[in-house]
């Protein structure tokens, strides 16, 4: 089955810089690959998603990367503000029923 | 904004007994699912139900776990004999669509503690 490899576990930046994450996939047949933010006592809510036929998606401070050949897509935050502070999932998932694979997480937190 | 309502938000219980938790999708979608967290652990897909049946289910969804629609609104999940193991935070979600096409909407999520 799927395997979804998210880096870093944490992550700390300085307001005003920007964030990266990645994530590596195992399934080919993957092609849809939502990234989900969880700020605390919430349940995830999605951001953006970018799917296969894409390979690159903007959307105002944020970006998704897709690389399929390599198997990999990376979550860039630009200008990061306190409250981008929260644990952000990448996802992926096949053309199977809502089934996301999720990544371990990574907690964000963007110091004044 | 329409959203995803699960209650209760919090439910401790003693092991072996039955809970069941209670979710709300958005009215207009017509796929529902239920995704698990273990404290420090992944997001893990449970199940995914679709015109009064069960779509797809993982391999942590055994015989212990069932899920209804019991009316027009509600989305159950029941645990029918709870394990220590179980303690995790809940989450249902619901889509409009399903596939890659579908975005999925979670609640708020339940915490579920078994002692």
């Known amino acids: ?6 880096h870093p576990s944490t992550l700390s930046v300085q307001e005003g810089d920007s964030a990266v994450i990645k994530c590596t996939y195992s399934d080919s047949a993957s092609n849809y690959f939502p990234w989900y933010k969880q700020e605390l006592g919430k349940g995830p809510q999605l951001i953006i998603d970018i799917r296969s036929n894409v390979g690159e998606k903007k959307d105002q401070r944020i970006a998704v990367t897709l690389n399929k050949t390599a198997k990999h897509f990376s979550l860039h935050i630009t200008e990061t503000q306190p409250e981008d502070s929260a644990v952000y999932f990448c996802a992926a998932s ?3 029923w809502g089934k996301l ?4 997480g990574t907690q964000v937190v963007v110091t004044p | 904004e329409p959203e995803v309502t699960q209650t209760p938000s919090h439910q401790v219980t003693q092991m072996g007994q039955e809970v069941i938790l209670r979710c709300v999708p958005i009215s207009n979608h017509l796929y529902f699912y239920w995704y698990r967290q273990i404290l420090g652990q992944k997001v893990e897909f449970l199940v995914s139900f679709y015109n009064n049946e069960i779509s797809e289910k993982s391999e ?3 015989d212990q776990f069932s899920v209804e629609r019991p009316d027009g609104s509600n989305f159950t999940l029941k645990i029918r004999s709870t394990k220590l193991e179980d303690s995790a935070m809940y989450f249902c979600a619901s889509s409009e ?7 999925l909407f979670f609640g708020e999520g339940s915490r579920l503690t078994v002692l």
């Open chain 1, 94 to 96: 096949t053309d199977s």
């Open chain 1, 1 to 6: 089955g799927e395997n979804v490899e998210q």
């Open chain 2, 60 to 62: 942590i969804f055994d």
């Open chain 1, 101 to 104: 694979q999720f990544g371990a």
């Open chain 2, 97 to 103: 669509l399903t596939g890659a096409g579908g975005e």
